[in-house]
Nanobody, 126 residues
């Protein structure tokens, strides 16, 4: 059974940092594309960044501008998102997702990711 469990969200002031984690089970991270998405009320879920089964990182979303870094620890089967220099507009629910069907090619669209975590809230105050 595939499971994704996010943690690490919270409330920080602008300029602060958070590190999101996504613990995966039921599959190995080196067999899937794994990504981070975010969503705010009334908006579509958008991909922040993803990493292929082979460890290649997709282009980051335009709003990232060098502030966020994705990584994965295959030994721990865990995906991370280091978030620095956070801005109020980064406030959103952040989701971890996995696409086991296209591990070598990460798609931008959320519909390709069959498995999702429950989300972790990030709130940045000014």
């Amino acid at each position: 059974q595939v499971q994704l469990v996010e943690s690490g969200g919270g409330s920080v002031q602008a300029g602060g940092s958070l590190r999101l984690s996504c613990a995966a089970s039921g599959f190995t991270s080196n067999s899937a594309c794994m990504g981070w998405f975010r969503q705010t009320p009334g908006k579509e879920r958008e991909r922040v960044v993803a990493i292929t089964s082979g460890g290649n990182i997709t282009p980051y979303a335009a709003f990232v501008k060098g502030r966020l870094t994705i990584s994965k620890d295959t030994a721990k089967n865990t995906l991370y998102l280091q978030m620095n220099s956070l801005k109020p507009e980064d406030s959103a629910m952040y989701y971890c997702a996995a696409d086991l069907d296209h591990g070598g090619s990460c798609y931008t669209q959320a519909r390709y990711f069959r498995y999702w975590g429950q989300g972790t809230q990030v709130t940045v105050s000014s």
